[in-house]
């Protein structure tokens, strides 16, 4: 079963929705936990059965599809895609047992398990067609679940979240079709595995180009400044559910792209673009920051500060260091965690008050202890608490790109300050203070239900804050060995001086333990 665990985890979720169908609507909540909570057990089976000690791919699968193009049913893991996957199940488990009663919840539940199967279809794709067509599929449940359980400018959102992610999609296309095609000039065939496109040495001014046309795609699906316009409409308009998977799971996609493809296939260009990129990753930290100051809706004032975490995930990245690209790597776990967290926190509230608006809250904690002290402990470890799993990602983020710019990581530093200022500020407005609308001084604290999807949040937020380990280790191996093929693929001095050689670093080590 282990040789095709991950087709199971892809397809098992696709099954089960079109079975799902003919379950019935009362017990259909029942199933959708059942079939999440499965598919989250094959998950953690996965990360049991995976090798830390091996940084290359596993479990693969390599089945052609059509041999005279290239392209190929291939699948395989590494460090870096295995916790990801493993937070795709996770998040997609916990949203079912946290959705609340819903209009057409069978449609719903459906239509979740679907989106599970295309983000683990992304996350363990080695062949870029495959990879595309999970990367375009992703975008039609999250469509119908903005457009079919929004707000009032539900239809405006899906349909610009839809448009942007699309046509930068297509633009990436056309990157995979002329990566396909060097590959067929310097090989005399096509492929489209991403292996083997790894063993391809590309012209330093093709590496401009094609970076370009990855960085397109992936950069709106982050999104990056100035790419990012559609996301507070989608998290502003979305359920709450839908939110919460936007923000821990869809938007990985695009940091862990970076990782997967860019940096690997175009060293040099990674290189060339490196500052320009730090430069719009910190400005991302800050205006976002400022921008999710001046909110006055609690899920905004969330909706902005995970644009602005991102950015220091995408500054992590493109310090092409091990320290850099593992903390980015592990902040895309965590922010997964925590940003999923507030954007259930924020939903328990909507269900109370019908409103998020800060304004009409105050003094909360008195009314809701329970439910303060879990917002509190969440937003903590959104601001980088030490301690708390945000900490240890951006700590390496900011300790990888400090070897790089002193100034930039320090700007960057700087930002996060911001960060703990707005949040802290929304924390005060929203739960300290008297009571001062009726409507609030009755309200009910966090329930059974709400609590079973919360507390694990909270454990691993704690947990992988004080002991990140059994993440890292895994994380660091694989990351290394994508460094190291940096490294030996670099055509530019440059590339080559700011790319470090880790074999050699081992080398000397040794040595200097032998004398």
Do not use: C
């Amino acid at each position: 079963m282990l040789d095709h665990i991950l087709s199971i985890l892809i397809f098992f979720p696709l099954l089960a929705a079109m079975l799902g169908f003919v379950v019935n609507k009362d017990s259909i909540r029942a199933y959708g936990i059942t079939v999440t909570t499965v598919e989250f057990i094959l998950s953690l089976w996965l990360w049991y059965a995976y090798d830390s000690s091996v940084s290359g791919m596993q479990f693969m699968e390599n089945i052609e599809l059509i041999p005279a193009f290239g392209i190929a049913y291939i699948l395989g893991i590494d460090g870096i895609s295995l916790f990801i996957i493993v937070l795709s199940t996770f998040i997609t488990m916990i949203g079912i047992a946290s959705l609340t009663d819903t209009k057409r919840v069978k449609n719903m539940i459906i239509t979740l398990l679907v989106l599970e199967m295309t983000m683990v279809g992304v996350f363990a794709s080695l062949d870029a067609i495959l990879f595309y067509v999970f990367w375009e599929l992703s975008l039609v449940p999250m469509l119908y679940i903005i457009g079919a359980w929004g707000g009032p400018l539900r239809i405006y959102a899906s349909v610009k979240f839809f448009l942007y992610t699309f046509a930068g999609s297509l633009v990436m296309l056309v990157g995979m079709l002329f990566m396909a095609y060097f590959y067929y000039q310097a090989t005399g065939e096509w492929s489209f595995s991403l292996l083997e496109w790894y063993r391809l040495i590309l012209p330093e001014s093709f590496q401009y180009w094609l970076f370009a046309a990855f960085f397109v795609g992936f950069a709106i699906k982050v999104p990056m400044f100035p790419f990012h316009t559609w996301l507070p409409y989608a998290h502003g308009q979305a359920p709450t559910i839908g939110s919460v998977i936007l923000a821990a799971v869809l938007l990985k996609m695009g940091t862990y792209a970076f990782v997967r493809f860019s940096l690997p296939l175009f060293p040099d260009a990674a290189v060339f673009f490196m500052m320009p990129i730090a430069i719009i990753a910190v400005i991302m930290i800050i205006y976002t920051a400022m921008v999710a100051y001046a909110q006055e809706d609690i899920k905004q004032v969330v909706a902005y500060s995970s644009v602005s975490h991102m950015g220091v995930i995408i500054l992590g990245t493109f310090a092409l260091n091990v320290e850099g690209i593992s903390g980015s790597v592990f902040l895309m776990i965590a922010h997964g965690v925590v940003s999923g967290a507030l954007f259930l926190l924020v939903g328990v509230i909507y269900d109370r008050r019908h409103t998020k608006l800060m304004s009409e809250f105050g003094g909360l904690a008195s009314v809701m202890p329970r439910y303060a002290t879990i917002f509190g402990i969440m937003m903590m470890a959104s601001v980088g608490l030490p301690l708390t799993i945000n900490f240890v990602g951006e700590f390496l983020s900011l300790l990888g790109f400090y070897q790089q710019s002193h100034m930039i990581t320090l700007l960057a530093g700087v930002a996060i300050i911001v960060g703990a200022i707005y949040m802290l500020s929304s924390y005060k407005k929203a739960f300290f203070g008297e009571v001062t609308k009726e409507e609030n001084k009755n309200l009910p604290d966090v329930n059974k239900r709400e609590l079973v999807a919360l507390i694990p949040l909270v454990i691993i937020t704690i947990w992988l804050g004080v002991y990140p380990k059994p993440i890292l280790e895994p994380i660091n191996n694989s990351v290394e060995s994508i460094v190291q093929l940096m490294h030996d693929k670099a055509v530019t001095p440059e590339a080559k001086s700011a790319i470090p050689n880790l074999i050699k670093d081992d080398k000397l080590s040794s040595n200097m333990e032998a004398h």
